[in-house]
């Protein structure tokens, strides 16, 4: 009775068990609702429409890419959302008000990012704090930080068009009259780099194998404590770049912004398939995840469907993937 | 023995890709206990799920006094009098015994619970099972034994003409062990039909009238239990013999090495000054009744615990052991009595769980070396025999007796030379058992030191070179082998101060 795999012959495929049925399946639906939404809007099928899909993908990308950690330890990271506010306001504010090169911003932005992250880790590694609760306390700090370094002023990163402005050029670099999504090649970057650290490092292994049973990872002379605050040190330099990201695409952060973000990047990593209660998942699927979410987000005000249907869409979206992860679990106990 | 209250007749039923009962007979009477007897994967819980209805059988039928039945559901069955007492306790730790045993059919008073009755119905259970529980403690202060009591008071609240017991005795005490049989005796002289599961041959020949024997999903047949021997039943269900002769004289020699020293270890209220040594090759056996502090001396000894005071001496060097990090670090190894939560993580391949603690042995640079850490992994499956298709197959789908030797493979390929053994034959099958035997007598044969707690008396004969004997978180005896005894200790294993 070892023999437990009761799939059918696709299940069995083994390049379907090697990408992951959920990943294929998402990735179904996703070319269904790209076809369906150029279909059937004609502002869909423009170019500046794909643009701002890609804008809208860039920073939910890179915070769901570090919340994926979060997560396979088996914890979470809330801080993320009004945390990628709080850093970008606190870049743009050394750029804009204090005269710092642009360089200073981008830096501070993502210094922010590592020291919020590190005090997350320690906050859940070693005070032992619920992670929910550790960074759903530091979400409230950074949401009130963000607001006191500007003086509670909005922040704009300099535009494209003055000298300063390259940070937005990184991701949206004019070759003649057309403008290229550039970041698209960042995003990779960093999910290729983040891939190959979770699936063939030590520390990687060590955060997967923490998520699924974290007693005998402990008792296998590893220290845990260590592993899982790099979880959340990596989640908070990817909002860090993340925050890059977002003051690049748009114009003016309201301070204490960003709320609500964090929960449409756990949502990503979730469609893409990794397990809210740890020990699985893959960069790959979340970045499968977040461009579903970001599709939806654009797509659904062109076919007439306004930001109350989106929640609504994107919650049945969210239980239906949280099921497909219940019933996988139900198959290992 | 009654008149047959359940007949259980070619029962069959297929998973995708397995025949988990091929044509299955048992026939139970009323006043009679029926052990049900097979390796781990014969098929006794697919059995018992079926009679239970938690699985619908392909064919076959079963017949409950006198009608034949087939329960959609274990309410059902629970309703008509089948109940189970499940191996691990089904209990919500933060309610009272009393809210435990009238769960979901509480005693109302208009709207509200009455309490006040459920207690005085669960100390009348009590009392007729003549066993000492207050209904109003709360759930997780009772010792393990206790709950189980509870466990059989709920059972006959259903007013249960059919009780099974899956495995009862895994995690009791001798005394607790006396006391349930004790209560099984006379639910028995009640004219129920008790159906009981266990892989202790000893307590099948106590309590038993009748054994059924299953092997490979299959019926293999039935016996009187006195007319048979230990020996006549563990061939029906290996098919092969094993004995179980205790060790006669120390394997290792009186001047080998002492490689660890342990020296008045104190730990939370559980480990009373401990002091024991260990030598070369020797398989040191920690004997002891359930809660005497041996598997918490073991933790604290490898730092999963914090210790308050104690030292500890690995080859004459004195270490400061804080954590499972620094034990490893010393070459120890722990192989914990709850496989599950503390040995493997289950949803991961044979190789990942075998190279855990050894990790930076398998790098190429920056990056894990799939391909050395699979030709490792592989090489103790075929050094311990492990069976599984492959190193990439998830642990989940290997049997407890082959997730075992994945835990040991942990540990040697770490090249651990202490390696500390809790209990590690529990839930395993006779004749992975043996295997696991086999290899720990190599194993110490090649050098290796071994700390083998167990709490099967047989276990501890057979395998020990020589006995410390725990009592409530004290050391309370140490015994050769050659002038170790059963009755000698039980008598130190009972020496309360």
């Known amino acids: 009775m070892t023999d437990k795999k009761n799939g059918n012959a696709f299940t069995n495929n083994p390049l379907v068990r090697a990408i992951g049925l959920q990943k294929i399946v998402v990735l179904l639906v996703l070319v269904v609702m790209l076809v369906f939404f150029t279909s059937v809007s004609s502002t869909f099928r423009q170019y500046s429409t794909v643009l701002s899909i890609f804008d809208a993908t860039y920073y939910l990308a890179f915070l769901a890419m570090g919340v994926t950690f979060c997560l396979i330890t088996g914890g979470v990271d809330l801080s993320i959302g009004t945390g990628m506010f709080c850093y970008a306001l606190a870049g743009g504010y050394m750029i804009t008000h204090k005269d710092m090169p642009v360089i200073v911003g981008i830096l501070v932005t993502l210094a922010c990012g590592l020291i919020m992250g590190t005090i997350n880790g320690l906050i859940v590694s070693r005070g032992g704090h619920a992670p929910f609760l550790a960074t759903l306390c530091t979400m409230m700090i950074v949401r009130g930080l963000g607001a006191i370094i500007t003086g509670g002023a909005s922040i704009t990163w300099p535009s494209s068009s003055s000298p300063n402005g390259w940070t937005r050029l990184l991701f949206k670099i004019p070759i003649g009259d057309t403008r290229y999504p550039l970041g698209i090649v960042w995003v990779l970057l960093v999910a290729v780099l983040l891939s190959l650290f979770l699936n063939k490092t030590r520390p990687g292994r060590y955060i997967i194998a923490i998520g699924s049973n974290k007693e005998a990872t402990r008792l296998s002379g590893i220290n845990v404590a260590n592993y899982q605050m790099l979880a959340y040190i990596i989640s908070g330099l990817c909002t860090g770049l993340g925050a890059l990201a977002y003051c690049s695409a748009y114009q003016s952060m309201a301070p204490s912004g960003g709320g609500g973000i964090e929960l449409n990047a756990i949502g990503g990593a979730i469609i893409g398939g990794t397990s809210m209660s740890g020990g699985s998942g893959t960069v790959a699927g979340t970045i499968i995840g977040v461009c579903f979410m970001s599709v939806l987000q654009i797509g659904l005000p062109m076919i007439g469907l306004q930001a109350n249907y989106q929640q609504i869409i994107i919650g049945i979206v969210l239980i239906v993937a949280v099921y497909i992860d219940v019933l996988k679990n139900k198959k290992l106990a | ?497």
């Not at chain 2, 598997?295 to 001496?313: H, M, N, W």
């Not at chain 2, 599950?340 to 042995?361: H, P, Q």
């Not at chain 2, 053994?421 to 992975?432: L, Y």
């Open chain 2, 1 to 497: 023995m009654g008149d047959v209250i359940l007949t259980m007749k070619g029962i069959d039923k297929s998973f995708p890709g397995v025949h988990a009962l091929d044509h299955v007979d048992l026939e139970v009477r009323k006043g009679e206990v029926h052990a049900l007897m097979g390796e781990n994967g014969a098929g006794k819980s697919t059995l018992m799920k079926v009679l239970t209805g938690i699985y619908h059988k392909d064919s076959g039928t079963i017949t409950y006094e006198g009608k034949e039945v087939e329960f959609s559901n274990p309410r059902e069955a629970q309703d008509a009098g089948i109940v189970i007492v499940h191996q691990e306790l089904n209990m919500m730790g933060h309610l009272t015994v009393a809210q435990n045993i009238f769960i979901g059919r509480e005693y109302m008073k208009g709207k509200l619970i009455d309490d006040k009755r459920m207690n005085e119905e669960a100390r009348k259970l009590f009392d007729q099972l003549g066993i000492d529980i207050d209904p109003t403690e709360t759930m997780s202060r009772l010792t393990v034994g206790k709950q189980q009591m509870c466990e059989i008071a709920k059972a006959i609240s259903h007013e249960a003409k059919v009780i099974i017991f899956d495995e009862p005795s895994a995690a009791l005490t001798e005394a607790e062990i006396e006391e349930l049989f004790k209560i099984i005796r006379d639910l028995r002289a009640k004219q129920m039909g008790i159906v009981y599961i266990s892989h202790r041959m000893d307590e099948i020949k106590v309590i038993t009238d009748r054994v059924t024997v299953m092997r490979d999903g299959g019926y293999v047949g039935t016996l009187i239990t006195k007319d048979c021997t230990k020996d006549d039943i563990i061939n029906m269900m290996v098919g092969r013999v094993i004995y179980e002769d205790p060790k006669t004289e120390s394997a290792v020699s009186p001047d080998a090495p002492v490689v660890l020293k342990v020296e008045h270890l104190n730990a939370g209220r559980m480990v009373k000054d401990v002091s024991f040594e260990l030598r070369k090759g020797e398989i040191l056996g920690f004997s002891g009744l359930m809660g005497a502090g041996r598997t918490e001396t073991a933790r604290a000894l490898f730092g999963a615990d914090p210790k308050q005071s104690g030292d500890i001496y690995v080859n004459g060097k004195k270490v400061d052991i804080k954590s499972p990090q620094d034990a490893v670090k010393c070459g120890i190894g722990y192989l914990s009595e709850d496989r599950k939560r503390f040995g493997i993580v289950v949803d991961k391949t044979v190789a990942e769980n075998s190279t855990m603690a050894s990790l930076e042995y398998y790098m190429k640079g920056l990056f894990i070396n799939k391909k050395k850490e699979n030709e490792a992994a592989q090489k103790y499956v075929d050094l311990l025999k492990t069976k599984t298709p492959g190193v990439d197959q998830l642990v989940v789908n290997l049997s407890g007796g082959n997730q075992q030797k994945v835990v040991i493979a942990k540990w040697l390929i770490r090249n651990c030379d202490i390696l500390i053994f809790d209990e590690p034959t529990r839930g395993i099958d006779v004749g992975a058992k043996s295997e696991i035997y086999q290899l720990m007598s190599e194993l110490a044969a090649e050098g290796k030191s071994i700390i083998m707690i167990s709490s099967e008396m047989t276990e501890i004969l057979r395998m020990s070179d020589r006995i410390v004997v725990m009592c409530e978180g004290r050391k309370t005896g140490e015994l050769s082998i050659e002038e170790a005894t059963q009755e000698r200790i039980m008598h130190a294993a009972t020496l309360r101060e």
